[in-house]
């Protein structure tokens, strides 16, 4: 039953998700505003795609199509410590299905006091972020490997991180600001259940598999096998029998780490920043097992960003902004990536954003 893990990735893999704001990380922006709140919306359809990576990819229709918003707040207690909170909203299209998913981050900021020169800053920033979502679903008809699974849902998936970063800004002049940044973090995936909807020696099947690797299944309508009628038939037993093991396939345990860098070019009101990341992630148990499906294990990821800003007043700012990944969301929406999706994660992705931003009310 392997085939279940190839299915999954039908519908993850192509849905346009993405984690905390990393790409565009400043330890100061030599400004005096305490708060800001910044609010936006966030989207991906052939329309936005004017690059066509997806065309490139191979990703047609409205496969993957996602709207949502996400808001993100800080706040300086003082001059060494600021609060930041971010959350995202997103629904993303497959089909006749919408999959939703929430993505909540709470962060912490330092700023010592090493005496640096004046335009120099460096900042540490402790957070905990995760994605939720009580189910991803595909409910048409997907044929693998010559069988036929007419529905698939999985149940509270869900991960949380938890990261440091160290955050260097320098100002060089009034018009020029560079940024780097180092990451490292710990991650843990997991999902409660597995359902599907298949063809079992002929008969279609509603099967569940619980995270303790357990299954149970019955029939999902009547089956007529020779001159017999089925009319009731029950399953059970452990997963493995069909090669799945939920706890190494499904859930997991991660360390990452990586840095990267941004450019800001600022002329009266108008400011731009040129970002770069790259991540490496060392996962438990699961990319061998993805070794073992066939598939290649996904271990980076490089990710590019410019944002664009106005200034419409001192205190409020617009903003647009474009990203795009060379390994689609790896290490960004981590329980993504599994024995399901690996083989379909190794694929450029873009997001584009647009919003507002409002400066020390």
């Known amino acids: 039953m392997k085939y279940v893990f190839t299915t999954l990735g039908l519908f993850a893999s192509f849905s346009a998700w993405a984690a ?6 400043q330890a100061n922006t030599f400004t005096k505003n305490d708060t800001t709140l910044s609010l936006g ?14 065309e490139s990819e191979d990703v047609s229709g409205s496969t993957g199509d996602y709207t949502g918003a996400h808001v993100h707040l800080t706040h300086k207690l003082s001059p060494a410590w600021e609060l930041e909170g971010n959350y995202w909203h ?9 999959n939703t998913i929430s993505s909540p981050l709470i962060a912490v900021r330092y700023t010592p006091d090493f005496n640096l020169e004046k335009n120099d800053a460096l900042t540490f920033r402790l957070s905990a972020w995760g994605n939720f979502s009580d189910e991803i679903k595909k409910s048409t008809p997907t044929q693998l490997q010559n069988r036929t699974l007419e529905k698939i849902v999985v149940q509270d998936a869900k991960d949380w991180q938890l990261q440091l970063d160290s955050i260097f800004t320098r100002k060089i002049d009034h018009m020029n600001m560079v940024n780097f940044f180092t990451t490292v973090g710990y991650s843990k995936v997991e999902v409660d259940q597995l359902n599907l909807q298949g063809k079992v020696n002929g008969c279609l099947m509603d099967l569940q598999i619980q995270s303790n690797n357990k299954y149970t299944g019955q029939l999902s309508q009547p089956c007529q096998l020779g001159n ?21 396939d499904l859930n997991y345990d991660a360390f990452y780490a990586g840095f ?15 970002a770069y990341q790259y991540q490496r992630l060392w996962r438990k148990d699961i990319d061998d097992r993805i070794s073992n499906f066939g598939a290649s294990p996904i ?9 664009l800003n106005y ?20 290490g960004y929406v981590p329980f993504l990536y599994n024995g399901v999706t690996a ?8 997001l584009a954003s647009l919003g507002v931003t409002f400066h020390g009310f």
């Open 228 to 248: 017999l009628l089925i009319k009731e038939l029950n399953a059970s037993g452990d997963a493995n029998e069909f090669g799945i093991d939920i706890q190494k």
């Open 311 to 330: 200034d419409f007043t001192p205190r409020v700012r617009g903003f647009i902004k474009g990203e795009i990944y060379q390994h689609n969301l790896v």
């Open 343 to 350: 083989s379909r994660l190794d694929k450029k992705y873009g």
């Open 20 to 25: 905390p704001n990393d790409l565009y990380l």
């Open 299 to 307: 271990k980076d990821n490089h990710s590019l960003g410019l944002k």
């Open 260 to 274: 990267g860098g941004s450019w800001n070019w600022r002329y009266r009101q108008f400011e731009s920043q040129l």
């Open 41 to 54: 919306v966030d989207a991906v359809n052939d329309t936005i795609d004017f690059l066509e990576i997806r």
């Open 90 to 98: 997103r629904e993303i299209d497959y089909a006749k299905d919408t």
